[in-house]
């Protein structure tokens, strides 16, 4: 069939549409540009839109003049599919009814576009067509790999990777910074300062560059060391890395500045605490995983000398951590979802604005593929594409082709032994953890869990004891929410590919993984997990949550269960606790195999199935004071809240 078509610029070309062996080297079908004599496949390009067609003529038609469709090659050797993407090169390597059905979805759909002209007919052939090209991506899925969703925008976005925002339960994208070696000295050798004789700002000369801060001009120099004064605020001084990065580990040394007025130095990220002298002291982080460290001065306004202040730091993110990562999944009626492992939930197309990110849902919707060609792919879901925004970082809704931010590789996650979420343990040694996924509990690390509300005491209206059951394994199951106790430190939850573990069978405790809205339930309270100062001292425990949050996720007001909603933090848990069958307490504080820790480390025992007497014999309802105590038929020390 030959056709001549006028373009943009008025002139003509005569076009061949074939399936025959062009120069006895390739069976192909395509456009063919008969004024050239190289066998162009499928390079017939025009934009233009004839007025006098009906939208379905002019889709049809642009879609066969798409400079990204495939041409077929049935000759070839058929290559290995690259281990590491699902992507169409040429749809003749895919199966032959997959490309049979190509075929033929082709054939008719321009022989309906040259000789049909009714719209029902273009309409179902375009339909068609577009269904058998997104079945070849379909069936290339490994439904048991893990992917991560490349962007193959040339720009700004080049090689990011699309992953789960947990705080607000959106997609975003993000680019991996690289890896620093270096040690950073956080003095005048290798780094600048503010000019005069005070400053407020260190950087480092070396890139990418850290920075120390302070709001005003409270940091001079001794020597090449900085000294840092309380000044009238007594503004904290901020220790920042660079945009990407977070503070792997950092140590300094401090002592008075030639005076011995006692000071307070205060490492609030951290929680330590330390009083000056002329005598040099060290404090050292290792694995901290924040992208700034506070530290405050407070006192006489007298300088603190720094020195061997030293820094490194590290990517915020790398693309084994489970944010990064997807899984597709496949219904009954054949539809593909596709699902972030870090929050269990799946890609929608829903948004709070046009330029929003895309919302993650626990309610899949369909994803669909459109084959750019040389391994890029458009990805559809419930019909919408998925685009790397350049504002805010958000991946959204907006429709372009290859090599633009609407186009995304999916690659196969090579090690997925490796994917990970980073914890953190405080000097409080205790956290709350829920993941989506199963996880291999680290070295270090002991799970706990309430089995039972017979496990729980209150006692008065000052709190209640909650005994905490040891889980047993070492693979944490999916959705399995649990109290860890552990030294502090960053640890790391690798998935677990093959031992799903085994779940408690039964565990009061609830969680997400995203920040989540919850709605109370009348009778019950709600508790989080977090440290409070109670009577002059941080005691770790499980603390009511007001309900003061509104359906929509605004304050009703503040204090009070006015809302019927609480936020649940990502990764955390909560307790609910029937109230009109057990009481209420302000807090619960944890009991680990019979002792109760509640307050910085120090142990109180408790043991809810023997008695507890004092050396006269008075049996012990509540141990209040240190001292000796027969407990279990032996005298025991016990020592309680430094009393």
């Not at 001079?220 to 904290?236: F, K, M, R």
Request: hydrophobic share 30%.
């Amino acid at each position: 069939t030959v056709k001549t078509t006028t373009a943009q610029d008025g002139s003509t070309t005569n076009t061949t549409f074939y399936i025959s062996n062009y120069g006895g080297v390739n069976n192909n079908m395509g456009f063919y540009n008969s004024n050239s004599s190289s066998d162009g496949g499928s390079n017939f390009q025009l934009e233009e839109i004839d007025p006098t067609r009906s939208a379905a003529y002019n889709t049809l038609y642009n879609y066969f003049h798409d400079k990204t469709k495939v041409k077929i090659d049935m000759t070839a050797e058929p290559p290995a599919f690259p281990a590491d993407k699902i992507h169409d090169t040429a749809i003749g390597y895919y199966s032959s009814s997959l490309a049979s059905n190509y075929l033929s979805a082709y054939v008719y759909a321009y022989f309906y576009l040259e000789y049909g002209g009714e719209d029902s007919y273009l309409t179902a052939a375009y339909e068609a067509l577009v269904a058998a090209n997104e079945a070849l991506v379909t069936n290339a899925i490994d439904f048991d790999a893990y992917y991560v969703l490349r962007n193959a925008h040339t720009g700004y976005c080049n090689n990011a990777v699309a992953y789960a925002n947990v705080n607000d339960h959106k997609v975003y994208w993000h680019a991996q910074a690289a890896e620093v070696e270096t040690t950073y000295n956080v003095d005048t050798n290798s780094g600048t300062v503010g000019s005069g004789n005070y400053f407020n700002t260190w950087t480092s000369t070396e890139t990418p560059q850290v920075t120390f801060k302070n709001e005003y001009n409270n940091m001079q120099v001794s020597g090449s060391n900085l000294v840092i004064y309380s000044g009238g605020s007594s503004a904290p001084f901020k220790l920042n890395a660079p945009s990407g990065y977070v503070i792997d580990s950092y140590s300094v040394t401090f002592a008075n500045n030639g005076h011995n007025n006692e000071q307070t130095l205060t490492f609030s990220d951290e929680g330590a605490v330390y009083k000056t002298t002329s005598a040099s002291q060290t404090y050292t982080v290792e694995n901290s995983g924040k992208s700034s460290v506070t530290i405050n001065l407070t006192g006489s306004n007298n300088g603190v000398v720094l020195t061997n202040f030293t820094v490194k730091i590290r990517p915020s993110f790398t693309e084994n951590e489970a944010v990064n990562v997807w899984k597709f999944e496949q219904a009954e009626n054949g539809n593909v979802y596709l699902k972030n492992l870090h929050t269990g939930t799946y890609l929608t197309n829903e948004s709070d604005g046009q330029y929003k990110g895309r919302q993650l849902s626990t309610t899949a919707q369909p994803v669909t593929f459109n084959i750019l060609g040389d391994g890029q792919l458009n990805i559809k879901v419930n019909g919408s594409q998925m685009h790397a925004q350049a504002a805010g970082s958000a991946v959204v809704a907006y429709s372009s082709g290859k090599n633009s931010a609407s186009a995304w590789y999916v690659e196969k996650v090579a090690a997925p032994e490796e994917i990970t979420t980073r914890i953190t343990m405080t000097q409080y040694q205790k956290a709350s953890l829920y993941l989506a996924y199963p996880a291999i509990i680290p070295e270090g690390i002991k799970a706990y869990y309430a089995a039972s509300e017979d496990d729980a005491t209150i006692e008065g209206t000052s709190g209640g004891s909650i005994y905490l059951t040891p889980f047993e394994g070492n693979v944490l199951p999916a959705g399995t929410p649990v109290i860890l106790k552990g030294a502090q430190g960053a640890y790391k939850f690798d998935l677990s590919t093959t031992d799903k573990g085994t779940s408690p069978a039964s565990n009061l405790f609830k969680g997400s993984a995203y920040k989540k809205l919850v709605q109370g339930e009348d009778g019950y309270k709600y508790y989080l997990f977090g440290v409070k100062t109670v009577d002059g001292e941080k005691k770790v425990g499980l603390y009511w949550a007001w309900l003061e949050y509104l359906a929509d996720g605004t304050i009703s007001n503040a204090g009070t269960d006015d809302g019927h909603h609480f936020y649940v933090p990502a990764n955390k848990i909560y307790l609910p606790w029937n109230t009109t069958a057990n009481g209420a307490a302000p807090a619960f504080y944890f009991n680990f195999d019979g002792t109760t820790t509640g307050v910085d480390g120090i142990e109180n025992v408790w043991d809810r199935n023997t008695g507890i007497y004092d050396l006269q014999g008075r049996r012990v309802n509540r141990i209040e004071q240190s001292g000796i105590y027969v407990i279990n038929g032996q005298k025991r020390f016990v020592k309680v809240n430094g009393r």
